[in-house]
């Protein structure tokens, strides 16, 4: 595996693609952007290997509610050099009372993970708001996020007054990218991406 621990922490703390980044409603109605346990769990095998483990430390069932407190212990240097431990925590009230044990499980995972910079960058608000835009699917706004975060670069200026055609052809130069391709949903995403 790696062999600093800085290495593996951007490693752990890589942006996931934008279709791996789940929404579902929070309090209020507000939307909460995640990463399904099954991707948490890919990333630590991708980057640690075997060099991880996984321990529950309570789990607590009340009044159909179960809470669980777990310890993630990577091993940024191998099995043989000393881990590093963060806790986690999580519930579900789920009425299924496995279920609910899973669900908690998997949130104390998430959480513990979160704290070594597995899908950090959810919680902040910039991040989120690209992840919306991507999630949207609309161009016109891709493009205009595009045009808007080159021209804050520094790197390119557009005409004023808009004259669309000769601004395309600037951003499109500045990307290296055929003018026709900023009519694609797929290649503005990308270019998006890269500037994050």
């Known amino acids: 595996m790696a062999t600093t621990d800085t290495t593996v922490l951007?490693?752990?703390?890589?942006?996931?693609p934008p279709d791996q980044v789940r929404q579902r409603k929070g309090s209020g109605g507000k939307m909460l952007s995640f990463i399904g346990i099954d991707q948490v769990i890919l990333r630590l095998?991708?980057?640690?290997?075997l060099d991880w483990d996984f321990v529950i430390t309570k789990q607590d069932v009340q009044a159909g509610a179960v809470?669980?407190?777990?310890?993630?212990?990577?091993?940024?240097e191998g099995r043989n050099a000393p881990g590093i431990t963060r806790s986690g925590s999580g519930g579900s009230n789920d009425k299924?009372?496995?279920?609910?044990?899973?669900?908690?499980?998997a949130e104390a995972l998430k959480k513990a993970a979160n704290l070594f910079g597995v899908a950090l960058y959810l919680w902040d608000e910039v991040e989120l708001a690209m992840i919306e835009l991507l999630a949207s699917g609309s161009v016109d706004a891709l493009k205009s996020e595009l045009a808007e975060?080159?021209?804050?670069?520094?790197?390119?200026?557009?005409?004023?007054?808009?004259?669309?055609?000769?601004?395309?052809?600037?951003?499109?130069?500045?990307f290296n990218v055929p003018t026709q391709d900023l009519g694609d949903r797929d290649t503005l995403v990308r270019l998006l991406q890269e500037m994050i």
């Open 45 to 49: 095998n991708k980057v640690l290997g």
């Open 10 to 16: 951007d490693q752990l703390s890589e942006r996931f």
């Open 149 to 174: 975060r080159a021209v804050a670069s520094g790197k390119i200026t557009l005409t004023i007054p808009p004259d669309p055609a000769e601004n395309a052809k600037r951003i499109a130069a500045h």
């Open 96 to 105: 299924d009372a496995d279920n609910a044990a899973k669900i908690a499980q």
């Open 67 to 76: 809470t669980v407190v777990a310890d993630l212990t990577i091993y940024p």
